[in-house]
């Protein structure tokens, strides 16, 4: 069950390894692959190695006053507290808004038993192997894991919204 503490624990503990090459399209979906690595709480060198992908919709112009809630389809509680604070101090998103979606189908989960230092090494080698500009590497918390991917989503949002405003502006959408 979802309580500040893990809320804000996840939040405070959510680390981007490998940042993907390339943000959010202003005119079309775009599609991150994740691997979201957390070290297991009861046992030495055990990560759990979280890989997904995140789908963001095509950013939508939105009229002032008129901002609605996040999708979270896929998501539990805890995204719905993360959704709430998202909203309370989300004036950066207030002109744009990023759907996102993310399905439990797209997640394969593995435990590797080697140090956290050792398995980041791994994966990054293994996304440099394919050549995925959208591919990302988050460090997070176990418990409040997806809060951990939201926070990833939200900070990618803010890294494209300049970009994206501009090419609203560009084609006179603004």
């Not at 990054?124 to 591919?135: D, L, Q």
């Not at 951990?148 to 609203?168: H, M, R, V």
Request: negative net charge; proline residues 3%; charged residues 25%.
């Amino acid at each position: 069950m979802f309580n500040e503490d893990t809320f804000h624990y996840a939040m405070e503990n959510t680390r981007v390894v490998l940042a993907p090459e390339r943000r959010i399209d202003t005119f079309g979906s775009t599609s991150f692959r994740f691997y979201l690595l957390t070290e297991l709480m009861d046992s030495a060198n055990q990560v759990r190695v979280r890989d997904g992908r995140l789908h963001a919709e095509r950013p939508r112009i939105l009229a002032p006053g008129h901002y609605s809630d996040m999708l979270l389809e896929g998501f539990g509680e805890q995204a719905r507290g993360f959704a709430e604070w998202l909203q309370r101090g989300g004036e950066n998103l207030a002109v744009l808004k990023y759907g996102f979606q993310f399905r439990q189908t797209d997640l394969v989960e593995n435990i590797i038993s080697n140090p956290l230092e050792q398995v980041i090494e791994n994966v990054k080698a293994t996304v440099s192997r394919s050549e995925e500009p959208f591919s990302a590497i988050i460090q997070g918390v176990d418990e409040g894991w997806e809060i951990c991917l939201l926070k990833f989503a939200s900070d990618l949002i803010q890294q494209s919204a300049g970009t994206n405003l501009g090419d609203f502006r560009k084609k006179g959408l603004l």
